[in-house]
C-alpha cells in the first residue's frame, strides 16, 4: 500500500489509464481503480472527486506554469511569440511524461464525455492565458483572440505528436505555429463564380 500521499496518487492515475485503455473509461469504476493502485475506494475520492478527474489531474498546476511562463517571456515578443515561448514549456513537460501523456490523449479522444470534460478545463487554461497576456499589456481583445488561437495551434501539435511520436511535441508545436503565421499572411484566394 502507498505510503505517501503523493504515491497513492500517482498509482491512482496509472490505475486509471490502464484500465480505461483494457476496458474503456464507461466501464471502469472508482472502486476498480483503488483495487488495481492498492488502496480503498475512501482514498480515491480523497484524492479525486471523480474517475474523469484522475486524467485532469495536474490542470491547476499548468494553468499556474502557463501563466508564469507568459510573464517570464522576453519583453518586445509579438502575443504569438509570447504564447510559442509558453507552450514550449508545456510541450516539454508532455514529451518527459510520454509514457503517460500519450495514452491519455487516446482515451479522452475516444470518451465522448471525457473530450467534454477536457473542453471545460481548456476554456479555464484560455482564461489564464488571456489574462497572463492583458498583465503584459496586452488589450483585451487581442489577448481573447490570441489565446483562443494559440491553444488551438497547441491542441492541433499534441494530436499531431500522438498521431506521430517519432517527432517531438515541441516539433510539431513549432510546426503548428509557423503554419498559423502562414495561414494569417496567405493572400486570399477567391473562387471564380459559379465554382
Known sequence: MPRS??????????????????????????????????????????????????????????????????????????????????????????????PYSQPRWRVIAATPALRERELAKHALLIDAVAEALRQRGIPDGVARLAARTGWAAYQHAVQAWVDDPAQSPEAHLQRAFDELRALATAPTRRRPPGG
Request: avoid cysteine.
Open 5 to 98: 500521499g503523493a504515491e497513492a496518487r500517482r498509482r491512482l492515475r496509472e490505475a486509471a489509464l490502464e484500465l480505461y485503455l483494457e476496458r474503456g473509461f464507461d466501464r471502469t469504476t472508482a472502486a476498480e481503480i483503488a483495487a488495481r493502485a492498492g488502496v480503498n475506494e475512501r482514498t480515491f475520492f480523497r484524492h479525486f472527486p471523480d474517475k474523469r478527474e484522475v486524467l485532469f489531474d495536474g490542470e491547476a498546476d499548468l494553468r499556474a506554469a502557463l501563466m508564469r511562463a507568459v510573464a517570464e517571456a522576453p519583453e518586445g515578443l509579438e502575443p504569438f511569440e509570447v504564447l510559442l515561448s509558453a507552450f514550449r514549456t508545456s510541450a516539454r513537460n508532455l514529451e518527459h511524461n510520454r
